[in-house]
């Protein structure tokens, strides 16, 4: 079936750093790519998505690469602040509905 | 903007007693769906609804029951709380992309 592997956490990082976070998929047909941004105590929000190989999302200075090849799309960003202290989800949809996400990844960012 | 809105945030119940989750949307999404949220598990989907009137099952249907009889509700039912059942959980709507409620924390003891 459909599932979407994300690196473990957790991730701890100094303010500045730079930061990755793997995730590959298994999907049977074409699926779109979502990461989900999780702060202390709330719901889950959109971050970023692509639609397509080759598609590159960003946002808030977060960017993901649809990588069809390497069937991937790992988060990176160049530089953490404080409040990207989250937990973050990859997902799929093969039907602009139904979400498979990834474990979560936890990510600390230290002053 | 009020978007997704769950109800109650916290409950505690005990083992074989019943309760109703609320959530409810004003963004007039055709889509909702129930997760539940588990350490190291991701998001798992209980139920969705593609419409008033539809519903379907997810990943993790069993212990739950939904119905969907106005497009703005989707209440989720526990109809005898087990243990298992403590988790976070949460309602979304939307197609593409899902807006997601501030979550119900249920522990069952």
């Known amino acids: 079936g459909d599932s979407v592997t994300q690196m473990e956490g957790p991730v701890t990082l100094s303010e500045e750093a730079f930061l990755t976070i793997n995730c590959t998929y298994t999907?049977?047909?074409?699926?779109?790519l979502f990461w989900y941004v999780q702060y202390p105590g709330e719901g889950l929000q959109l971050l970023l998505k692509?639609?397509?190989?080759?598609d590159k999302g960003s946002n808030k200075g977060f960017e993901a690469t649809y990588r069809k090849e390497t069937t991937s799309f790992h988060l990176e960003k160049g530089s953490v602040q404080v409040s990207d202290s989250a937990v973050y989800f990859c997902?799929?949809?093969?039907?602009?509905?139904?979400?498979?996400f990834g474990a979560g990844t936890t990510v600390t960012v230290r002053a | 903007n009020a978007g997704v809105t769950q109800t109650p945030k916290f409950q505690v119940l005990k083992t074989g007693q019943s309760m109703t989750l609320q959530c409810a949307q004003d963004?007039?999404?055709?889509?909702m769906s129930w997760y539940r949220q588990d350490p190291g598990m991701g998001l798992r989907l209980i139920h969705y609804?593609?419409?008033?009137?539809?519903?379907d099952q997810g990943e993790v249907p069993n212990g739950y029951n939904v119905s969907r009889s106005t497009t703005e509700d989707f209440p989720l039912r526990l109809l005898s709380a087990a243990p298992s059942q403590t988790s976070v959980y949460f309602c979304?709507?939307?197609?593409?992309?899902?807006?997601f409620g501030a979550g119900t924390r249920l522990s069952v003891l």
């Open positions: 979304a709507s939307g197609r593409g992309v899902q807006y």
């Open positions: 997902a799929l949809s093969l039907n602009d509905y139904k979400l498979s």
């Open positions: 609804s593609v419409g008033a009137g539809i519903t």
């Open positions: 692509a639609t397509k190989a080759d």
């Open positions: 999907a049977t047909g074409y699926p779109s």
């Open positions: 963004m007039n999404h055709e889509y």
